[in-house]
């Protein structure tokens, strides 16, 4: 038995449909839409609406969307990539002092519009207005503050304050908010109205795309009606890896998802299992796949139509291996540099499954908390500032170039079993997604973990050098050998590590859906 000194919660039991998103209010969006008869990708698309309404520091109609998407009729998962290029004036000599993180000059071209409406023309079977009216509703009827984003507006009201609109829509009174106070979005209810009335044509060519413009340019933007005529999202096949006899699909590039499958390569030469759950040699070895993984996303990673680089190559046995070797049991190799990896903190995730048998794995995000603080005029939209994700290393192939994407935390997974689905799953959390990722995965599929207790296991997290931060569950004699093996371990409070990660687990011998939600979140999981 696995002592978790926790809740010791089970997972959420459903025949019918499940859903598990970052908010619980999204969650109940896509619960009631799985209840009308809608499928698995309605519900996602009604609860990513309603996460933009209820955590607007996280995500937004002005950010960017990535999904895995499976539909059985199909036979395969596709990879849906909304992510959105730098406007065409955004060359690096606009930017001598960096790219800043605040302002509309921060911004990239928004790619979830696009997104949500080639999975709703692709994938839904509900029209786009009613999926949309649980947002709708929230957003022009208001809903209580919550603890967590009473606080992300309370830490950015500076930001915030800058931008008329933003001021306007966050800080009505002239201050933040308190936790349970009611905040009301109109004009965005005005937005996701237009949108489902007139589609992508409504905020990539039509009226509300110039509004959306004109307020950006008014502040001293530079996005353009060209940057946002010319978009189109990526319908992709996705990277997949074999991990002990499973199939795990992640993102392709521009998302950085392969160094998820790629830590999973080099640990699957070691026998986790027989080191034990939560022994000092899993954890070692799992954070010294991260850092030799981070390496290659930091030497190749870029976006693939400015960058070659072989994805193939590094998930392959024999890059694998070729980094094992360089693993030393007895102690801790060095890991990124300060400043290495541009940090974004704030995303938001769900996953979706239905009877049919449809399933998806969602993530969408601005970056920073509250993206560029920047709410583009009466359109009620908060602008992303993902420009910011570009490196400054002008011989980085993740530097700034016209038309081009930034590498992007944002990634998602799916793992199959003999050919069928088995998991769905994610995190926000920046660069810790993969960590958090890896971690459940590893819960899961090495140490027979059900999907509750691997997201309510103990974390660790590491971005610069041998700087860990483990949460204090983590037993004392863990602790006090990775110490002793070089790692820098700081304990965090025991349920305060990185990540708010949902996962969904299928189980078609008992017909059964199992839905996990993080305990470190405000999320929820639902089903019937």
Request: proline residues 8%.
């Amino acid at each position: 038995m696995v002592d978790l000194q926790g809740p010791n919660r089970g997972p959420v039991m459903a025949r019918n449909g499940l859903i598990a998103a970052n908010h619980y209010l999204a969650a109940q969006a896509g619960y009631e839409m799985l209840r009308k008869g809608g499928n698995a990708f309605d519900a996602a698309l009604a609860a990513a609406a309603v996460l933009t309404v209820v955590e607007p520091q996280s995500s937004h109609v002005g950010g960017d969307l990535f999904a895995l998407v499976y539909r059985p009729e199909d036979g395969r998962v596709q990879a849906i990539n909304a992510s959105g290029p730098a406007p065409a004036a955004a060359t690096p000599d606009r930017f001598p002092n960096g790219i800043p993180n605040t302002g509309p000059l921060a911004v990239t071209v928004p790619g979830v519009v696009d997104g949500w409406l080639t999975i709703w023309e692709g994938y839904c079977s509900r029209p786009l207005a009613e999926i949309f009216e649980p947002a709708i509703a929230l957003a022009e009827e208001g809903f209580p503050i919550t603890t967590r984003l009473a606080a992300a507006i309370a830490a950015n009201a500076g930001r915030l304050s800058r931008f008329p609109a933003s001021a306007r829509t966050f800080l009505p009174d002239g201050n933040p908010p308190e936790p349970g106070q009611i905040l009301r979005q109109p004009d965005l209810a005005r937005t996701l109205r237009e949108i489902a009335d007139g589609g992508r044509e409504a905020f990539y060519r039509g009226e509300l795309g110039r509004r959306l413009v004109k307020a950006s340019a008014e502040l001293g933007g530079i996005l353009t009606e060209a940057d946002l005529a010319a978009y189109r999202c990526e319908v992709l096949d996705p990277i997949s890896v074999n991990y002990r006899g499973y199939t795990v699909f992640g993102q392709p590039p521009v998302s950085q998802g392969f160094i998820l499958l790629e830590c999973l390569k080099i640990l699957e030469g070691f026998d986790l299992a027989g080191c034990g759950f939560l022994s000092p040699d899993v954890i070692h070895l799992e954070i010294e796949a991260k850092k030799l993984a981070f390496e290659d996303r930091l030497k190749y990673a870029g976006d693939p139509k400015f960058v070659e680089f072989s994805v193939d190559h590094l998930l392959s046995e024999a890059h694998a291996e070729s980094r094992r070797r360089l693993i030393r049991p007895d102690r801790a190799g060095p890991g990124q540099a300060p400043g290495q990896l541009s940090v974004g903190r704030e995303t938001t995730y769900l996953t979706a499954v239905d009877r049919h048998g449809n399933l998806v794995s969602w993530i969408q995000s601005i970056f920073h908390v509250f993206g560029s603080a920047v709410v583009a005029g009466d359109t009620g939209i908060l602008l992303n500032n993902r420009l910011c994700g570009f490196s400054p290393d002008p011989a980085s192939p993740n530097r700034l170039e016209p038309g081009k994407r930034p590498v992007h935390t944002l990634n998602t997974y799916m793992v199959f079993r003999d050919g069928r689905p088995y998991l769905s799953g994610g995190t926000p959390g920046q660069h810790y997604q993969v960590m958090v990722n890896l971690q459940v995965l590893v819960n899961v599929l090495d140490f027979g973990l059900h999907p509750q207790a691997a997201l309510d296991a103990p974390r660790w997290g590491n971005l610069e050098g041998n700087e860990v931060q483990v949460e204090a569950r983590i037993p004392e004699s863990t602790v006090a050998e990775l110490r002793r093996r070089g790692h820098n371990v700081e304990l965090v409070h025991p349920w305060f590590g990185p990540g708010r990660a949902m996962l969904i687990a299928v189980d078609p011998q008992r017909g059964i859906f199992q839905g996990a939600f993080d305990i470190r979140g405000e999320g929820y999981a639902l089903g019937w």
